[in-house]
């Protein structure tokens, strides 16, 4: 599931897919249609076309999600952590 923003809508409407980077019309890359690419060598997926330098799309996907957890490193368990706080 995604939500299309003002370019792609406009896109879809139009037919055509704007490089952000020369103003040309985009192509996709093969039959699959998820990558546009220019004859000026830009090309993004479908999913970024017109998310460009926007900062909040930018932060949702460099969040990696590779499982490890920031607060707890060590991995010890909630339990661990509170027994060794009530051992005084
Ligand atoms: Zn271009």
């Given at each position: ?13 139009s ?17 699959w ?8 060598g ?8 017109g ?17 490890w ?20």
């Amino acid at each position: 599931m995604s939500i299309f923003n003002e370019k792609q809508i406009e896109a879809m409407r139009s037919g055509k897919y704007i490089c952000s980077k020369c103003g040309r019309v985009m192509e996709f890359e093969d039959e699959w249609e998820d990558t546009l690419v220019c004859s000026c060598g830009h090309n993004i997926g479908l999913d970024e076309y017109g998310c460009e330098g926007d900062e909040k799309y930018e932060n949702l996907y460099s969040d990696e999600n590779d499982g490890w957890d920031e607060d707890n490193p060590e991995g010890e368990t909630y339990d661990e952590v509170c027994g060794e706080l009530e051992d005084d």
